[in-house]
């Protein structure tokens, strides 16, 4: 029988340690980290991700300011707001809501963020520092979240196998970094890997992120593994990861569940990431 990773438990763990760092920011500096997240049209989900964000800074002291633009906001108008607010010393962390309306490039916008705003890790500038080793970058956040996962559960990294089914940008790439700089032996699934199972089934610590339900099975998990579960789909109106987590979470493993599991790390990693931004801005001044 597999022992559940409590995603929900180390978060609230995580963001006590933020409070208390945020107010000790405060106290030093004379003001509070903010966070200016920039809301383009009126996707229903990417509101309540933007509206728990905005809850999540409140609710740790991070000042948070929420500006939102019309569906059809032009390329131009939306990086000029970028570009006041790379100039603007009182907002530390930038965050463009993802996706965007089809017809901005997203890429291209993201690129006009400061790298030392970057509270995202999406710019190029911050991917090149995480593919150098920087420890002290911006690091996308639901790939920092499962490395937070793994140290607050004392599951041992350095020299294990990693194998993450998925090479995103968002997640499995960054992450394969992230597990690299931590001394793991790292490999990458993808949609053109052959008998996916056979690779899964050596791992210690398994994560996949590729957004389809039951890819993983438990005769693709040896007994003793991590199995972190990033993979996120709504199905007859119920989230459900990639790993079928019933028949997985018979065997001798420890698992994320879904929801619960990774989810509510990513916004913590945010507010951690806009601390640590606040932080480098004023070592800078």
């Known amino acids: 029988m597999g022992q559940i990773i409590d995603g929900k438990n180390i978060s609230k763990l ?3 340690e933020i409070k208390d760092r945020t107010a000790a920011f405060t106290d030093r500096y004379g003001h509070e980290p903010k966070l200016a997240v920039i809301l383009v049209g009126e996707d229903p989900a990417s509101k309540i991700y933007v ?3 905005h809850k999540a800074c409140l609710q740790t002291g991070i000042g948070s300011i929420v500006i939102e633009m ?11 707001k970028i570009k006041e607010l790379n100039e603007d010393s009182t907002v530390n962390g930038i965050l463009v809501q993802l996706p965007l309306p089809k017809h901005l490039n997203e890429k291209k916008i993201i690129e006009y963020i400061d790298p030392r705003k970057d509270v995202d890790g999406l710019t190029l500038a911050n991917s090149a520092l995480l593919y150098n080793g920087n420890t002290d970058c911006l690091a996308p956040c639901t790939p920092r979240g499962v490395i937070e996962i793994l140290k607050k559960e004392g599951i041992k990294i350095s020299g294990k ?3 993450i089914v998925g090479r995103s940008m968002l997640v499995g790439k960054p992450l394969a970094m992230l597990l690299l700089n931590e ?7 993808h949609s053109r890997t052959e008998d996916l199972g056979a690779v899964t089934r050596t791992a210690d610590i398994l994560i996949s992120a590729v957004g389809r339900p039951g890819l993983v099975k438990a005769e693709d ?5 991590t ?6 789909t709504r199905v007859d109106g119920k989230l459900r990861g990639d790993v079928d987590f019933d028949s997985v979470f018979e065997k001798d493993v420890r698992i994320t569940p879904v929801p619960g599991g990774v989810g509510p790390m990513t916004i913590t990693m945010l507010l951690m990431n806009t601390l640590q931004a606040a932080e480098m801005q004023e070592e800078e001044r």
């Open 14 to 16: 995580i963001r006590s």
């Open 51 to 53: 509206s728990n964000k």
């Open 161 to 163: 196998h990693a194998v």
């Open 227 to 232: 199995v972190i579960d990033v993979g996120t």
């Open 183 to 189: 001394n793991a032996t790292v490999t990458v699934c």
């Open 70 to 80: 019309s569906e059809d906001t032009e390329e131009t108008v939306l990086i000029d």
């Open 221 to 225: 998990v040896k007994d003793g593994a």
